[in-house]
T-cell receptor
Framework: NAGVTQTPKFQVLKTGQSMTLQCAQD?????MYWYRQDPGMGLRLIYYSASEGTTDKGEVPNGYNVSRLNKREFSLRLESAAPSQTSVYFC???????????FGSGTRLTVV | QQQVKQSPQSLIVQKGGISIINCAYE??????FPWYQQFPGKGPALLIAIRPDVSEKKEGRFTISFNKSAKQFSLHIMDSQPGDSATYFCAASMWSSNTGKLIFGQGTTLQVKP
C-alpha cells in the first residue's frame, strides 16, 4: 500500500536548469496537488488538479508548470530553476472533496 | 495575504503538560478545519478535523476547540508526550468544494521535554 510516491527525494540544481518532479498515487483519487513548504510559511499550494485532464493555479504558481498525465500521475516542472525555488515539495491526493487526503514524503530541492 | 494565521511559531512543553496551538482564519466561507502532524523527513498526516456545526471535537489526547464568531480554532494536546514532538499545521477549506484545496497556517514546531 504505497499511497503517494514522489521522486526524487533529493535534488540539487544549478540556476537555470530544468527538472520535473514526479508524483504517483495508487488510491484511485480524483484530485492531486503540489505544495511547497518553506520555514515560517507553512505549506503553499502551487497547482492542483481536481480531476484527470484539468489543472488550476494555486497560491504560488509562478515559475512552475504541471501535467496530469493520467489519473495516477501528476508532475511538476521547473523550466528555469531559481534560488527562490529552493524548498521542500510535497505532492498530495484526495478522493472526492477531502476524503483520504494523503501526502507524499516530499522532495528536497536546492537551487544553487 | 495570509488567510490562516497560526501561533506560536514554536512551543516547548514539559512531559505531561498541555500544548495549545491557535489559528485564526479570514474567509467566512471556510467550513472544514483539519490539523496535520508532520515528523522530520515525512509528509504531513491528518491528525484531527472539525466542521463548524460543533464547538469541540476530541480524539484521545487531542482536542479541537472552534469559535465561529471569533473565526478561531485551536488544538489542545493533553498529557503531552515526547513522541508528540513534531510540527503541527492548521488548515482551512470549503467542505463542499470538489477540489479539496487546503489553505495552511505557518506551522508550529512542538518540543516536548522528558
Amino acid at each position: 500500500n504505497a499511497g503517494v510516491t514522489q521522486t526524487p527525494k533529493f535534488q540539487v540544481l544549478k540556476t537555470g536548469q530544468s527538472m520535473t518532479l514526479q508524483c504517483a498515487q495508487d488510491m484511485n483519487h480524483n484530485s492531486m496537488y503540489w505544495y511547497r513548504q518553506d520555514p515560517g510559511m507553512g505549506l503553499r499550494l502551487i497547482y492542483y488538479s481536481a480531476s484527470e485532464g484539468t489543472t488550476d493555479k494555486g497560491e504560488v504558481p509562478n515559475g512552475y508548470n504541471v501535467s496530469r498525465l493520467n489519473k495516477r500521475e501528476f508532475s511538476l516542472r521547473l523550466e528555469s530553476a531559481a534560488p527562490s525555488q529552493t524548498s521542500v515539495y510535497f505532492c498530495a491526493s484526495s478522493g472526492q472533496g477531502h476524503r483520504g487526503y494523503t501526502f507524499g514524503s516530499g522532495t528536497r530541492l536546492t537551487v544553487v | 495575504q495570509q488567510q490562516v494565521k497560526q501561533s506560536p511559531q514554536s512551543l516547548i512543553v514539559q512531559k505531561g503538560g498541555i500544548s495549545i496551538i491557535n489559528c485564526a482564519y479570514e474567509n467566512t466561507a471556510f467550513d472544514y478545519f483539519p490539523w496535520y502532524q508532520q515528523f522530520p523527513g515525512k509528509g504531513p498526516a491528518l491528525l484531527i478535523a472539525i466542521r463548524p456545526d460543533v464547538s469541540e471535537k476530541k480524539e484521545g489526547r487531542f482536542t479541537i476547540s472552534f469559535n465561529k464568531s471569533a473565526k478561531q480554532f485551536s488544538l489542545h494536546i493533553m498529557d503531552s508526550q515526547p513522541g508528540d514532538s513534531a510540527t503541527y499545521f492548521c488548515a482551512a477549506s470549503m467542505w463542499s468544494s470538489n477540489t479539496g484545496k487546503l489553505i495552511f497556517g505557518q506551522g508550529t514546531t512542538l518540543q516536548v521535554k522528558p
